[in-house]
């Protein structure tokens, strides 16, 4: 963050300057930061359509799987304090992505009835 010229108290404030957006675009990491949101929808969307969590909307009451996956997603962040190696982040990752697939699958199912 910049230091803050413009408090009271401090002389004269002067405007700030804006950098335009194609400036700002050449920096090599905003590059990889744009792409990385851009496409970020994709591949997580894409992760959840796919996941064969689809079957168990259609067979089996929802409201349960939207409650434990909803519950359960979030309550694995708990680990990482615990973390001491890289293989356990891969676990808390899926674990994450499952049981947020989990949810998901019953609330698209949802959604696409009431659609």
Known sequence: ???DHGRAGHGKSRPREIVPLRHVMK??????IAVYMATRGFWR???NTFYPLGYLANRYPRLPQIVLGSTFAP???F???FIRHV???ILITFAMGAFSAFSRASIIAI???LG
């Open 79 to 81: 680990a990482v304090p």
């Open 1 to 3: 963050m910049p230091a």
């Open 87 to 89: 293989w356990v982040i």
């Open 75 to 77: 309550l694995v962040l």
């Open 45 to 47: 969307q894409g992760f």
């Open 27 to 32: 920096n090599d990491a905003v590059k990889a």
């Open 111 to 113: 959604r696409t009835e």
